[in-house]
């Protein structure tokens, strides 16, 4: 086909509406428009993802200003958030992007960490392949063979730490960490005493500085505590309470904007997002009973489909249809069948009635002179948490209103937060929940905007507390096999997914911390050179295993050193620190040394403390209490499934070797909207 | 027809703060806002593009949202000060104007970000504790006991809203009756748990102001008159009312989603109204001499109701309801069929007719005690009444604010030189711990302590428009403005007295001028000198509220690294 007849065949098309964006010279027939991936192109677009959020990262990173597209202005540091809110185009980075949200809504935390890694990784590689191309000659260009040496090596390494950092981890790092478990976690509170109380806290200090600045995180991490204090389950599995707070955070918090987040605090009971449709009552803090209505009180006098036939005084008898004389006569008995149940409600000693809809104007004005009040329209979240707390059941059928479906409240009063007024109530204890206070939080701040990330910081702390919790080769594979999922739905082509191995159950507990810091990723780092160095004793495949370890290892320095990054001797310091404490114990395992350990990174190697890193000083006094300086701590399950995460997404974005533009129907409609697309991903990789 | 479109990529910018355009756009909304504080602010007009009305104003409430920018950081302030301002209503502009100088001035001293916000929160701690504390320089306990600081402090806030274009009378005039209103709302003899009652506020145009009056109980529109007749016959104690919510105009609307056939020959609308007439006949047995309804009473049932010497009033609407019930007890009726309780009944001591301009209104006296109280706002225009009504219902919320913290601050800008001074001898006597505290060095630490001073001091001086200078004398701290145009040899001569009118000069006072450098000193309290008021107050929960939310402002938008901004 000539070059002309293409042109044509081109316009044809168009003009009937296909292909109209495909640049013409480049168009081969019936084929979609083909973007090879290059290697280098790989690492451009995740390099220019970790520009953006280095700028929030670390202890000396800032907020991100955002607009939505309804134009309200938000801050955010969530990672995900910021990669959500650059509406990427080109696929490459909106895989990476997916495999970032899928980890982090698994995790709530990590995302910023695992950009950092991920580009870290494929410098590494890039520099690796450029070096020594694969020897064989079979490949057609020198990118295609840099291409196919950086898959193997993302293989390798992805098979090598689904193999092998499980016991990496537990020999190299778990013993300078400490564990927290749930049990002492809840034990602890009772007697308020401080360590594992303090951990938890500092735990989700870390968290918060990370998410919502240093100015705020010890008020947040306290708070979230107390929260979790009062939702404590005794007879039930750790996790669960932490499970029932993430589940039903909408109808815990309410969020009121207008206030210093200082002003934040927690209030016993719940709080109903709704005002009371009645003059409220006017009583003081005393016992009331409820009763949660799903439906109209009132009956409708015909349901849709339903024919009233009036006549003349003769009885007409149809399928589906009431009769009488006057129509005036029907409203009547709805009215009458209305008092009725009000009758049977005030026997009961019904006071307030909370409803699911509108009620009628007859149920309010009766509801008032019965002296009830009246909540209408609360949402289905909250009325079955208030079923939950409460022990009623709700009443389905407004005439079979029963003992069990009347709950007795402390007190049900109006509470103003904010612009709104809602309602307020308080349950008895029972017995079940001897030790749970129900409690919701009220989250304050300048404007909507705040208040939505602090509320986004919340939930991703339970979630980051319940992953910490969770045994770790569960969430691995579950976690694995929802990132390759993702990855497969959302490439427009990739060639094959790597093999995953069934995980084995690894030998660590959940519940695991280390100091935050980079503490992490120095102790790996050793680990890692260390495995290498052995490795290449024994193994057979010599080069190549101390390779991918070297690699890791050196990828993974990239977190510390952008933590220390406004000032490199710090960061020289803290590297150095470190060899030395664990070269100068021969036998760096041994519980001997532990607290130790433990107690000089605890005092020197957390970088929010600048001052202290001048004068830290190497106490050995061993019997110096773990963590007892304000560091803060991070999970290592977390850090592991991160580091798997991200070596998955590797591996997928580099079995990627070439992107089709597909048009679908949505794409035809605006030959104009199209061509800036293909103009737009041509750009991104030229960066 | 929905149309699913392709998102554009977002617009990015790397460290915002550094942009020459967007400090200038802040420079720009700093430099608005500055010109319309206090007293003798400057009006701006505002009218959109499609020649709708046109709005003169100086309040924050007004201007800020009509400023729409494509700027975030813009965005991102409005909404804080907006949010404020609709909790506490006032202190807005206060509040928008340091936070713009904070932003300024930390970007001046040019200190790393971080350093700026830790100090910046350090000295917000340091405020907040001050003023909460009881040795407290710039604030005053207010006396219930007598009515005069509440006026002080209604008068300052309506004074600060030039807009409303009050003569000194008026304004005199207007807070009397501000103050009047609230106290009506407080209920006296209440133990337990204090509700407080509603001011209905009913607007008036093309009357003077000073024609404006408060009374107890509710005034009803009344669109005719021919129940003044009605009127004088009718026994001045506890006549009986009756109160619908429903609407009395024959339509069912709680039926539901059947369809309804009705055969020839049926008259479904006599059939209702006949229903409506019992209850017509039920009311007028009950000896019920007023009746409203919160909808549409059917013209047949009216007319039957006067017939029998009822004052008819329909069309309530639903914000008159609640006030109305807790005026005359009575509960809504909603139910047409059954007989009406008698305890839904309501009371009304006294009915009358008042007018005022064109309108003509009916009067409800309250029973006994009540809360309830209609507050009559007149004006020769209608942009002034809207400021003027604004500005009433600001008061009232100020003033409402006080009864949970029952004290003010120093108004005329002398609380902010007082705070200013007190920070700066404190954050130097202590430098040492504070730096320990933030982890900064010191010179670091001074230069955010001088950054925060001078902001404070920034808007005390936006007080003045008319080219004259802002001083603080160096003793109390207080801030005290020099007209442009006087020229004397001695300075207290021209000074009179500082902002608040606590101080008076004296020859042996010294002065600085705002932002210069002076030495550092301990702002002596004044003594307890009873005879000596303050003349301008400023609420103390609104503005500690505002300092709180503009240092936090200011502290977001220094953090900012990152602009990302979706344009779809």
Same mark, same amino acid.
């Given at each position: 086909?000539?070059?002309?007849?293409?042109?044509?065949?081109?316009?044809?098309?168009?003009?009937?509406?296909?292909?109209?964006?495909?640049?013409?010279?480049?168009?081969?027939?019936?084929?979609?428009?083909?973007?090879?991936?290059?290697?280098?192109?790989?690492?451009?677009?995740?390099?220019?993802?970790?520009?953006?959020?280095?700028?929030?990262?670390?202890?000396?990173?800032?907020?991100?200003?955002?607009?939505?597209?309804?134009?309200?202005?938000?801050?955010?540091?969530?990672?995900?958030?910021?990669?959500?809110?650059?509406?990427?185009?080109?696929?490459?980075?909106?895989?990476?992007?997916?495999?970032?949200?899928?980890?982090?809504?698994?995790?709530?935390?990590?995302?910023?960490?695992?950009?950092?890694?991920?580009?870290?990784?494929?410098?590494?590689?890039?520099?690796?392949?450029?070096?020594?191309?694969?020897?064989?000659?079979?490949?057609?260009?020198?990118?295609?063979?840099?291409?196919?040496?950086?898959?193997?090596?993302?293989?390798?390494?992805?098979?090598?730490?689904?193999?092998?950092?499980?016991?990496?981890?537990?020999?190299?790092?778990?013993?300078?960490?400490?564990?927290?478990?749930?049990?002492?976690?809840?034990?602890?509170?009772?007697?308020?005493?401080?360590?594992?109380?303090?951990?938890?806290?500092?735990?989700?200090?870390?968290?918060?500085?990370?998410?919502?600045?240093?100015?705020?995180?010890?008020?947040?991490?306290?708070?979230?505590?107390?929260?979790?204090?009062?939702?404590?389950?005794?007879?039930?599995?750790?996790?669960?309470?932490?499970?029932?707070?993430?589940?039903?955070?909408?109808?815990?918090?309410?969020?009121?904007?207008?206030?210093?987040?200082?002003?934040?605090?927690?209030?016993?009971?719940?709080?109903?997002?709704?005002?009371?449709?009645?003059?409220?009552?006017?009583?003081?803090?005393?016992?009331?009973?409820?009763?949660?209505?799903?439906?109209?009180?009132?009956?409708?006098?015909?349901?849709?489909?339903?024919?009233?036939?009036?006549?003349?005084?003769?009885?007409?008898?149809?399928?589906?249809?009431?009769?009488?004389? &006057?129509?005036?006569?029907?409203?009547?008995?709805?009215?009458?069948?209305?008092?009725?149940?009000?009758?049977?409600?005030?026997?009961?000693?019904?006071?307030?009635?909370?409803?699911?809809?509108?009620?009628?104007?007859?149920?309010?004005?009766?509801?008032?002179?019965?002296?009830?009040?009246?909540?209408?329209?609360?949402?289905?979240?909250?009325?079955?948490?208030?079923?939950?707390?409460?022990?009623?059941?709700?009443?389905?059928?407004?005439?079979?209103?029963?003992?069990?479906?009347?709950?007795?409240?402390?007190?049900?009063?109006?509470?103003?937060?904010?612009?709104?007024?809602?309602?307020?109530?308080?349950?008895?204890? &029972?017995?079940?929940?001897?030790?749970?206070?129900?409690?919701?939080?009220?989250?304050?701040?300048?404007?909507?905007?705040?208040?939505?990330?602090?509320?986004?910081?919340?939930?991703?702390? *339970?979630?980051?507390?319940?992953?910490?919790?969770?045994?770790?080769?569960?969430?691995?594979?579950?976690?694995?096999?929802?990132?390759?999922?993702?990855?497969?739905?959302?490439?427009?082509?990739?060639?094959?997914?790597?093999?995953?191995?069934?995980?084995?159950?690894?030998?660590?507990?959940?519940?695991?911390?280390?100091?935050?810091?980079?503490?992490?990723?120095?102790?790996?780092?050793?680990?890692?050179?260390?495995?290498?160095?052995?490795?290449?004793?024994?193994?057979?495949?010599?080069?190549?295993?101390?390779?991918?370890?070297?690699?890791?290892?050196?990828?993974?320095?990239?977190?510390?050193?952008?933590?220390?990054?406004?000032?490199?001797?710090?960061?020289?310091?803290?590297?150095?620190?470190?060899?030395? *404490?664990?070269?100068?114990?021969?036998?760096?395992?041994?519980?001997?040394?532990?607290?130790?350990?433990?107690?000089?990174?605890?005092?020197?190697?957390?970088?929010?403390?600048?001052?202290?890193?001048?004068?830290?000083?190497?106490?050995?006094?061993?019997?110096?209490?773990?963590?007892?300086?304000?560091?803060?701590?991070?999970?290592?399950?977390?850090?592991?499934?991160?580091?798997?995460?991200?070596?998955?997404?590797?591996?997928?974005?580099?079995?990627?070797?070439?992107?089709?533009?597909?048009?679908?129907?949505?794409?035809?409609?605006?030959?104009?909207?199209?061509?800036?697309?293909?103009?737009?991903?041509?750009?991104?990789?030229?960066? | 027809?929905?149309?699913?479109?392709?998102?554009?990529?977002?617009?990015?910018?790397?460290?915002?703060?550094?942009?020459?355009?967007?400090?200038?756009?802040?420079?720009?909304?700093?430099?608005?806002?500055?010109?319309?504080?206090?007293?003798?602010?400057?009006?701006?007009?505002?009218?959109?593009?499609?020649?709708?009305?046109?709005?003169?104003?100086?309040?924050?409430?007004?201007?800020?949202?009509?400023?729409?920018?494509?700027?975030?950081?813009?965005?991102?302030?409005?909404?804080?000060?907006?949010?404020?301002?609709?909790?506490?209503?006032?202190?807005?502009?206060?509040?928008?104007?340091?936070?713009?100088?904070?932003?300024?001035?930390?970007?001046?001293?040019?200190?790393?970000?971080?350093?700026?916000?830790?100090?910046?929160?350090?000295?917000?701690?340091?405020?907040?504790?001050?003023?909460?504390?009881?040795?407290?320089?710039?604030?005053?306990?207010?006396?219930?006991?007598?009515?005069?600081?509440?006026?002080?402090?209604?008068?300052?806030?309506?004074?600060?809203?030039?807009?409303?274009?009050?003569?000194?009378?008026?304004?005199?005039?207007?807070?009397?009756?501000?103050?009047?209103?609230?106290?009506?709302?407080?209920?006296?003899?209440?133990?337990?748990?204090?509700?407080?009652?509603?001011?209905?506020?009913?607007?008036?145009?093309?009357?003077?102001?000073?024609?404006?009056?408060?009374?107890?109980?509710?005034?009803?529109?009344?669109?005719?008159?021919?129940?003044?007749?009605?009127?004088?016959?009718?026994?001045?104690?506890?006549?009986?009312?009756?109160?619908?919510?429903?609407?009395?105009?024959?339509?069912?609307?709680?039926?539901?989603?059947?369809?309804?056939?009705?055969?020839?020959?049926?008259?479904?609308?006599?059939?209702?109204?006949?229903?409506?007439? #019992?209850?017509?006949?039920?009311?007028?047995?009950?000896?019920?001499?007023?009746?409203?309804?919160?909808?549409?009473?059917?013209?047949?049932?009216?007319?039957?109701?006067?017939?029998?010497?009822?004052?008819?009033? #329909?069309?309530?609407?639903?914000?008159?309801?609640?006030?109305?019930?807790?005026?005359?007890?009575?509960?809504?009726?909603?139910?047409?069929?059954?007989?009406?309780?008698?305890?839904?009944?309501?009371?009304?001591?006294?009915?009358?007719?008042?007018?005022?301009?064109?309108?003509?209104?009916?009067?409800?006296?309250?029973?006994?005690?009540?809360?309830?109280?209609?507050?009559?706002?007149?004006?020769?225009?209608?942009?002034?009444?809207?400021?003027?009504?604004?500005?009433?219902?600001?008061?009232?919320?100020?003033?409402?604010?006080?009864?949970?913290?029952?004290?003010?601050?120093?108004?005329?800008?002398?609380?902010?030189?007082?705070?200013?001074?007190?920070?700066?001898?404190?954050?130097?006597?202590?430098?040492?711990?504070?730096?320990?505290?933030?982890?900064?060095?010191?010179?670091?630490?001074?230069?955010?302590?001088?950054?925060?001073?001078?902001?404070?001091?920034?808007?005390?001086?936006?007080?003045?428009?008319?080219?004259?200078?802002?001083?603080?004398?160096?003793?109390?701290?207080?801030?005290?403005?020099?007209?442009?145009?006087?020229?004397?040899?001695?300075? #207290?001569?021209?000074?009179?007295?500082?902002?608040?009118?606590?101080?008076?000069?004296?020859?042996?006072?010294?002065?600085?001028?705002?932002?210069?450098?002076?030495?550092?000193?301990?702002?002596?309290?004044?003594? #307890?000198?009873?005879?000596?008021?303050?003349?301008?107050?400023?609420?103390?929960?609104?503005?500690?509220?505002?300092?709180?939310?503009?240092?936090?402002?200011?502290?977001?938008?220094?953090?900012?690294?990152?602009?990302?901004?979706?344009?779809?």
């Amino acid at each position: 086909m000539g070059i002309t007849a293409l042109q044509q065949t081109t316009e044809e098309a168009s003009s009937l509406g296909y292909g109209g964006s495909v640049p013409v010279g480049l168009m081969v027939a019936e084929m979609p428009p083909v973007e090879c991936l290059h290697l280098d192109h790989v690492v451009q677009t995740v390099c220019a993802l970790e520009s953006v959020v280095l700028r929030s990262f670390g202890p000396e990173g800032g907020q991100v200003l955002f607009t939505r597209d309804t134009g309200q202005a938000m801050l955010s540091r969530s990672g995900a958030r910021i990669l959500t809110a650059l509406r990427l185009e080109h696929p490459l980075a909106r895989m990476v992007v997916e495999c970032v949200l899928k980890h982090s809504s698994v995790t709530g935390d990590g995302s910023k960490t695992f950009i950092l890694l991920l580009a870290s990784l494929l410098r590494m590689i890039h520099k690796m392949a450029c070096k020594e191309p694969n020897v064989s000659h079979t490949y057609t260009s020198r990118q295609t063979a840099e291409a196919s040496t950086a898959r193997h090596l993302a293989d390798k390494i992805l098979a090598f730490a689904l193999e092998e950092l499980d016991n990496l981890i537990a020999m190299g790092v778990i013993p300078y960490g400490c564990c927290l478990s749930w049990e002492d976690f809840t034990a602890k509170k009772h007697l308020s005493g401080p360590s594992n109380n303090d951990c938890v806290q500092k735990l989700l200090k870390s968290f918060f500085h990370s998410r919502l600045g240093r100015s705020h995180c010890d008020f947040i991490s306290k708070l979230t505590c107390e929260l979790l204090t009062h939702w404590k389950f005794k007879r039930d599995q750790p996790s669960l309470s932490l499970e029932f707070v993430n589940d039903n955070l909408d109808a815990l918090h309410t969020p009121v904007s207008g206030f210093p987040i200082s002003c934040s605090r927690l209030i016993e009971g719940q709080v109903i997002h709704r005002d009371f449709a009645t003059p409220c009552p006017q009583t003081e803090q005393k016992a009331v009973k409820a009763a949660v209505f799903s439906g109209y009180l009132q009956p409708k006098l015909l349901n849709a489909g339903q024919v009233l036939q009036l006549g003349c005084g003769e009885q007409w008898m149809e399928e589906n249809s009431k009769n009488n004389r &006057s129509i005036v006569q029907f409203s009547a008995w709805t009215e009458r069948s209305l008092e009725c149940v009000f009758a049977n409600l005030q026997s009961l000693g019904v006071s307030v009635i909370l409803s699911a809809v509108k009620q009628s104007a007859a149920v309010l004005s009766l509801a008032a002179q019965a002296e009830m009040c009246v909540v209408e329209c609360v949402s289905e979240d909250e009325l079955s948490l208030f079923a939950q707390l409460s022990g009623a059941t709700p009443v389905s059928d407004c005439w079979m209103v029963e003992p069990e479906h009347v709950a007795t409240l402390t007190f049900c009063r109006p509470i103003l937060l904010g612009a709104h007024r809602y309602v307020h109530v308080a349950f008895n204890d &029972s017995e079940e929940r001897v030790t749970v206070k129900p409690c919701s939080l009220v989250i304050c701040g300048l404007g909507e905007g705040q208040t939505d990330q602090y509320t986004c910081a919340f939930r991703d702390a *339970i979630r980051m507390l319940l992953s910490t919790w969770e045994p770790m080769g569960m969430t691995a594979t579950t976690a694995s096999k929802r990132t390759l999922q993702s990855t497969k739905s959302t490439s427009s082509h990739v060639d094959q997914i790597p093999n995953v191995p069934p995980f084995q159950q690894c030998g660590l507990q959940p519940g695991y911390v280390i100091p935050a810091g980079g503490t992490f990723e120095f102790l790996l780092h050793h680990a890692l050179l260390q495995n290498g160095t052995s490795c290449s004793a024994s193994d057979d495949i010599v080069t190549s295993g101390l390779a991918v370890s070297q690699l890791l290892a050196n990828a993974l320095l990239i977190v510390p050193r952008q933590i220390y990054s406004h000032s490199p001797r710090h960061f020289l310091q803290a590297q150095a620190r470190f060899q030395t *404490i664990i070269q100068n114990h021969s036998h760096p395992f041994s519980l001997v040394y532990k607290q130790e350990h433990s107690s000089i990174f605890g005092e020197s190697a957390f970088p929010l403390e600048e001052d202290k890193l001048t004068k830290h000083r190497f106490e050995a006094d061993v019997s110096a209490k773990l963590f007892m300086s304000d560091s803060g701590l991070e999970s290592v399950s977390c850090k592991y499934q991160l580091l798997l995460a991200v070596l998955q997404c590797l591996s997928s974005i580099l079995h990627v070797d070439t992107v089709l533009h597909t048009h679908t129907a949505l794409h035809t409609q605006s030959r104009r909207l199209a061509n800036t697309s293909w103009e737009g991903t041509d750009d991104e990789t030229e960066d | 027809m929905s149309r699913l479109s392709k998102k554009s990529p977002s617009l990015c910018t790397d460290l915002p703060l550094d942009n020459a355009d967007i400090c200038k756009k802040l420079d720009l909304l700093r430099q608005l806002l500055r010109s319309c504080f206090g007293p003798t602010g400057r009006l701006k007009q505002v009218h959109n593009n499609i020649g709708g009305h046109v709005v003169t104003t100086s309040t924050s409430s007004v201007l800020l949202p009509a400023i729409s920018s494509s700027q975030p950081f813009i965005n991102l302030i409005k909404t804080s000060i907006l949010n404020h301002v609709s909790r506490f209503s006032d202190c807005g502009l206060f509040a928008a104007i340091l936070c713009l100088s904070l932003i300024e001035q930390a970007k001046q001293s040019g200190l790393r970000g971080n350093v700026a916000i830790r100090v910046n929160k350090h000295l917000l701690g340091l405020c907040t504790s001050y003023l909460l504390g009881e040795d407290c320089g710039c604030k005053v306990k207010l006396d219930f006991c007598s009515s005069q600081s509440l006026i002080t402090l209604a008068r300052s806030v309506i004074s600060s809203k030039p807009a409303c274009v009050l003569t000194e009378p008026e304004t005199l005039h207007i807070s009397r009756l501000a103050v009047q209103a609230f106290l009506l709302t407080v209920p006296c003899s209440s133990p337990g748990i204090v509700s407080l009652g509603k001011i209905v506020t009913v607007s008036v145009e093309g009357h003077g102001v000073l024609n404006s009056a408060v009374f107890p109980g509710v005034l009803l529109d009344m669109p005719d008159v021919f129940t003044v007749d009605q009127l004088e016959n009718l026994p001045s104690d506890a006549l009986r009312m009756v109160l619908f919510s429903a609407s009395l105009a024959g339509d069912l609307s709680e039926l539901g989603d059947g369809i309804i056939e009705v055969h020839p020959g049926v008259d479904t609308d006599s059939q209702i109204l006949d229903q409506l007439l #019992e209850l017509g006949k039920q009311v007028v047995k009950d000896e019920v001499k007023l009746c409203v309804c919160q909808k549409v009473i059917h013209p047949v049932l009216q007319q039957y109701l006067r017939g029998h010497g009822i004052i008819v009033v #329909e069309r309530l609407g639903i914000t008159l309801m609640e006030p109305l019930t807790q005026l005359t007890g009575a509960q809504p009726v909603a139910t047409l069929h059954t007989t009406i309780p008698a305890k839904a009944y309501g009371r009304v001591r006294d009915l009358r007719i008042r007018t005022f301009g064109f309108k003509t209104m009916l009067h409800l006296h309250p029973p006994g005690e009540c809360v309830i109280c209609t507050m009559i706002l007149c004006h020769r225009n209608e942009t002034m009444l809207n400021e003027l009504k604004g500005v009433c219902q600001k008061t009232e919320h100020v003033l409402r604010l006080t009864l949970r913290e029952p004290s003010a601050l120093l108004g005329g800008g002398c609380t902010e030189t007082h705070l200013a001074a007190y920070l700066r001898h404190k954050s130097m006597n202590e430098i040492q711990e504070t730096v320990s505290v933030l982890g900064c060095s010191q010179t670091e630490c001074l230069l955010g302590v001088e950054g925060f001073c001078r902001s404070l001091e920034a808007v005390a001086a936006a007080l003045e428009h008319d080219g004259g200078s802002s001083l603080m004398d160096l003793t109390h701290a207080h801030h005290w403005s020099h007209p442009a145009d006087v020229l004397t040899e001695h300075m #207290e001569d021209s000074l009179g007295s500082c902002g608040c009118g606590l101080v008076e000069s004296s020859p042996n006072q010294k002065w600085t001028y705002l932002n210069s450098k002076y030495p550092q000193f301990s702002p002596a309290p004044l003594s #307890e000198d009873a005879s000596v008021q303050p003349h301008v107050l400023d609420s103390f929960t609104a503005k500690l509220n505002a300092l709180q939310v503009a240092v936090e402002t200011a502290n977001l938008a220094l953090d900012v690294r990152y602009l990302i901004q979706d344009v779809n």
